[in-house]
DNA sequence: CTGAAAGCGCTTACAG
DNA sequence: CTGAAAGCGCTTACAG
């Protein structure tokens, strides 16, 4: 061992006077060694502070323990707890998660992505952004085990772990319904997400089987709060006025209580506000909201038993699994005025 | 190239007719080669689809370009933007973070820090736990560059990056003092963590100073919530109550303001809030909070610039960069009724 | 039970 | 400008 530098596993072998191939043996209790260089080895290794170099290890047995994840942004509560659970799974299991960032960017996706691959992670969890298309084939022709979470309906190329929104919409609108609510405001951000199209379909095909006794109005805050209170502001002042509120986001919600916060109108009293996504902090707004609530859990422990299968047999038929979210009822929400 | 693996660059090499050398010079411009050849390369990379394999790079170079970086957790504001910040800086450099969470458990601390080490990282970022002694004996034993944030006042083998808690909290106590406070409390969760015996020094010496016309309390919070209301029960309804609360973290911050709405408390009429660190969603909160900012993005600007210059030249003399949180006043303080 | 040797996929002096 | 070869630190058949 050069002086100062890290020990390798030479280091060990020749300080207990065995054979490369016999330390490696007995470091990793890969076949049977005669108790007194066993110990020698051992005792060697502890001396010189010895811990395998994990980059010659993965290369040669290409395999490296590592797990990529691809998500838009961490500072989001689901995004945080979901990064908490994966990883204290791969741990667990002995792997490690290397997580990138997309920003909800298509292109930084497919960079960072691309750099997983380079670093060979052994599989992929992606959470894709609005158009994941070169991301998708780019996985696909490296062959990368891989599991997608998430805004994806369709395809036959990965295994996917989907939300159900459009029962979680049935859910919503159904309790809006019992509670008396004839006229909905529906507040999106991003129209074109997947999973919005489907909140909004699912709203619009119940508004048409209600026969009438139901209406619904779906409204864009594609960039700043500013547009949003406008709108609002032309909407919330009229005689039909609606009663309800459904905000597809946290941003929304915030966008949203400020805005009725600030005209002193009063939840429930004027009007209830149904939120997709629980809040950090919920329980300090208040009214507490009802909010419908992602299953975290569920789906990092989903993803991971997905993606384990799938790097042990990667020629199984692809699979999908259907996640619940529910809707918790708290404060937010009460029959409207007119039918107190 | 055996059939559908993995394209290397003796593939490349072999399909442009060259030899591996060229091969890597040219995809690496590491040397001047013939425009024929250089074109044929760059054509064979691109019709393989190639991605040179990272690991074998890093084993050879002793260079991953990946840092380390070790926190508590995620799912904190503080953390979450430190890492965001963390990720763009090193991508935008070259690097690639990988992070890992001791969950604040020395033990934990020190085992995934040697899983950073034994996957060569080339530096690392801590954020240390209560006792990092053993995960700070580990990385000086092995010479990787390394940066400890914050919770450390005095370490002569790395570079710090420190926050002056006691600036602030003195900036804290002379704006309640202005205000026309007396009596302060303060609510510390872990009266051991560095950071809060700093403040409650500074606080103490400050109560020294006034000669009698200030006194402070103050009150830890261990376990549950349950403990912090008791305790807050026996203080908040005498004649001599604190006028002024000050909370040492967002957790704290919680269960005090809920603490106080459900006792009907008003803030700032019947007793002034002042809370360390921003909280999210904290424009929700009415009033708006008076609040301690951490100054997230300076702090990781420092750390990874510190960390570059480190892994530059090993040898320089060990910094300490102190980083100043500034006071942020909103309307969750004013004077005492008392003195209106 | 043990050791010598090949090889994982690269980079990089070294000759020519 | 180009190629043959050594070597990064491991693991793993293969002989003995």
Redesign the interface.
């Known amino acids: 061992m050069k002086n100062?530098s890290?020990p390798t596993i030479k280091d060990v072998a020749l300080r207990a006077g065995v054979s490369v191939g016999t330390a490696s043996h007995v470091l990793n209790n890969t076949a049977v060694v005669s108790k007194a260089r066993h110990d020698l080895v051992v005792k060697a290794a502890a001396e010189l502070?010895y811990?395998?170099?994990?980059?010659?290890r993965?290369?040669r047995q290409s395999k490296?323990n590592v797990v990529g994840l691809c998500i838009p942004?961490?500072?989001s509560?689901y995004f945080?707890?979901l990064?908490?659970a994966l990883?204290e799974l791969s741990i667990s299991q002995g792997h490690?998660v290397?997580?990138?960032?997309s920003g909800g960017s298509p292109q930084q996706e497919l960079d960072r992505v691309?750099?997983l691959?380079?670093?060979?992670v052994d599989g992929i969890v992606l959470m894709p952004t609005t158009d994941p298309t070169r991301t998708l084939d780019l996985i696909a022709?490296?062959?990368v085990p891989a599991v997608i979470v998430d805004r994806i309906q369709h395809e036959e190329r990965f295994d996917l772990v989907l939300l159900d929104h459009q029962r979680a919409m049935r859910e919503v609108v159904e309790h809006l319904r019992l509670l008396g609510h004839e006229r909905l405001l529906f507040v999106v951000r991003n129209p074109n997400l997947i999973t919005t199209r489907l909140r909004i379909d699912t709203l619009r095909s119940m508004v048409t089987e209600s026969a009438g006794r139901l209406t619904a109005q779906v409204i864009g805050t594609p960039n700043e709060a500013q547009d949003l209170q406008d709108q609002l502001k032309g909407l919330l002042w009229r005689d039909d006025a609606p009663t309800a509120i459904i905000t597809s986001n946290s941003i929304n919600t915030?966008w949203v209580?400020?805005y009725l916060?600030s005209w002193n109108i009063r939840i429930p009293h004027d009007v209830s506000l149904v939120a997709f996504d629980e809040?950090?902090?919920g329980?300090?707004?208040?009214p507490p909201l009802t909010v419908v609530r992602q299953p975290t859990a569920d789906v990092a422990a989903t993803a991971w038993q997905l993606l384990m299968e799938r790097m042990e047999t990667p020629t199984a038929p692809k699979r999908r699994e259907m996640l619940q979210n529910h809707l918790v009822v708290r404060a937010s929400t009460s029959p409207p005025i007119s039918s107190r």
Chains 1, 2 share one sequence.
């Open positions: 100062g890290v502070n811990r395998p170099n994990q980059l010659a993965s290369l490296t942004m961490i500072s509560a945080a707890s990064i908490e990883d490690q290397m997580q990138v960032l691309e750099s691959i380079s670093r060979r022709r490296h062959h915030l209580l400020r916060q809040l950090p902090w329980e300090l707004v208040s």
